[in-house]
């Protein structure tokens, strides 16, 4: 087993994850396993209960963790599929540690970041391959060098490097080269002092990945070479790709990347055919056609917090050769203008998941536009019970019809807690999570976009369709058009009166990859095409 750690410097939000997940596409297209992995120094036990606006999206494992958005990255750019193994944060390190300490494990010891800390961040890089069919694991660091609470990752990585060789341990640092304008240049500085923080742990990188909007002329690649210790051809430019980060593989082979991760760890592989991935990178910047969509949520200001969403779109939108231009719109705006202003004009409707009160209303009036002028709309868990309500109260008349997440004690809780998770108390991790099987009824649009009755998605929420209005939102044209196997949760539903209405309990944004695009987003986009057509 092969180990490329991936480390950041100078500033936050280089791209690291993507960077990583490059690397990871590369080496996949050369014939090797990999696994990705994210160690973040927060003290979150997971990113489960933090806001999107402070941290993004949160993404949802098979096994039902709930990781970094990064992870979405990875599992959209390589074919292993992760686990909970594959993310950990300082806060579980530390839990895991204190644990054992209460037990007894360490009895007589005084318990200390060295040894203790770093033994277990040490298994947990090697849990990360383990039981796998897997040649290299790459290990992502959260955080930039010189974070006080990165330290013990950084010290346990060095250790980790120093038991199992260097041949088999790298390390890839990612770093800014800024351009000052006033200067007419681009500086190193920053890179040096980065690197330097990271040989005061031990740390020499492997591989030096130059993130720059300019291109690195050879002086400026000379320069980071010496200062920084790494051969020449391992200094990578990386630029900022002009059209989707789906070119940030090719643009990454260019440079020799893997060649030079390869050489570097004795992996000898043929290089890397990306001839498909090039066929979808041409149809995502080449498109033939253009439609133009609303995603009605309450994160709109945070770019990361729609992440896999709009990366569904965008598989979706290469399948059908088209260009889709998501309006990015505040739901609450809807509780004080007409909806017809900022949807009047659209393809489609996309009502995202979201927690809480805020934007709800804005939510439901954006709903009925949608089914009252027949225009496609695509629910994702939050936006399935949305439009449970939506049609409860408008269509059924069930007057005051909402969910019990917003009032405790409704007329009609047409969405409630799912028994098993009334007596539930704590916040972290308690959710319904992860894949669960879901039947598609016959004659339904969901069967026809997956073609196949049987199909398992990724869940997280705590409400629920009540049953108890099933029969009566029936009778009115509600269709349930997906269930649990027994019948009991309902987990996707359409309208009978309309083109294209298909909302799901879980969330599809989850399983799309960008030459497999999931069928829900593929038969959404067509519905939107066909909708102006
Ligand atoms: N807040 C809703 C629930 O907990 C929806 C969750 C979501 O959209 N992910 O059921």
């Known amino acids: 087993m092969k180990y490329i750690f991936v480390t950041g410097g100078v500033v936050s939000s280089l791209g690291k994850g993507l960077a990583a997940a490059s690397l990871g596409t590369l080496l996949e297209h050369r014939g090797l396993k990999v696994v990705l992995q994210k160690f973040d ?6 990113p489960g209960t933090m806001n999107p606006f402070e941290h993004g999206e949160v993404y949802v494992l098979d096994d039902g963790a709930e990781t970094d958005l990064d992870l979405g990255h990875y599992e959209r750019f ?7 193994a594959n993310s950990t944060s300082s806060g579980q390190v530390y839990e895991t540690v204190i644990q054992n300490e209460r037990r007894g494990d360490y009895l007589g010891k005084t318990v200390q970041v060295i040894p203790h800390i770093t033994n277990e961040i040490k298994s947990r890089i090697e849990r990360g391959g383990e039981g796998r069919d897997v040649d290299v694991v790459i290990t992502e660091i959260g955080g930039t060098t010189g974070d006080i609470e990165g330290l013990p990752f950084l010290e346990a990585i060095r250790q ?3 038991e199992v060789g260097p041949q088999n341990a790298i390390v890839m640092h990612v770093t800014l080269v800024p351009f000052i304008k006033a200067a007419g240049e681009l500086k190193t500085k920053p ?7 990271l040989r005061e742990i031990g740390l020499q990188p492997t591989v030096l990945i130059a993130r720059t909007e300019e291109p690195l002329g050879a002086d400026t690649r000379a320069k980071l070479s010496q200062f920084c210790s790494v051969p020449l051809d391992a200094v990578i430019e990386c630029r900022d790709v002009p059209h989707t980060i789906y070119e940030c593989p090719l643009a990454l082979q260019a440079e020799h990347l893997d060649d030079i991760v390869c050489r570097s760890l004795g992996l000898t592989v043929p290089p890397a055919d990306m001839t498909k991935w090039r066929k979808f990178v041409d149809r995502v910047i080449k498109p033939k056609k253009h439609v133009r969509i609303a995603l009605v949520g309450k994160y709109t200001d945070h770019k ?11 598989h979706a939108a290469a399948a059908c050769d088209c260009h889709v231009e998501v309006k990015q719109v505040e739901a609450e705006d809807f509780e004080v203008h007409d909806p017809a202003e900022k949807l009047g004009q659209v393809s489609g409707i996309i009502v995202p998941g979201g927690f809480g009160e805020r934007g709800i209303e804005g939510k439901i009036r954006a709903c009925q536009f949608a089914r009252e002028h027949g ?4 629910g994702l868990c939050l936006g399935m019970q949305i439009a449970t309500i939506e049609f409860a109260r408008n269509v059924c008349g069930l007057k005051g019809a909402t969910s019990t997440e917003f009032e405790k004690a409704p007329t009609h809780p047409v969405i409630d807690l799912l028994p098993e998770q009334k007596k539930v108390k704590g916040k972290g991790a308690t959710m319904r999570l992860g894949t669960w099987e879901c039947h598609l009824a016959e ?4 069967l026809q976009a997956y073609g196949k009755a049987d199909i398992r998605e990724r869940h997280r929420h705590r409400f629920e369709f009540n049953n108890t209005y099933r029969e009566q939102m029936e009778a009115a044209g509600f269709v349930i058009a997906g269930t649990s196997p027994d019948g009991r949760l309902v987990e996707l539903i359409e309208l009978r009166d309309h083109p294209w209405f298909v909302a799901c309990q879980f969330h599809p944004e989850f399983q799309s990859k960008p030459n497999a695009p999931h069928a829900l987003f593929k038969g959404f986009v067509q519905a939107c095409l066909a909708h102006h057509a």
């Open 41 to 46: 120094p927060y003290l979150n036990v997971d």
């Open 375 to 378: 225009v496609p709309y695509f």
């Open 191 to 197: 890179s040096q002092q980065s690197i330097a923080k």
């Open 304 to 314: 990361d917090a729609y992440k896999s969403i709009l990366e569904s779109i965008t």
């Open 443 to 446: 004659g339904t649009k969901a």
């Open 78 to 84: 390589t074919n292993t599929p992760l686990t909970r």
């Open 160 to 162: 980790f490097i120093q």
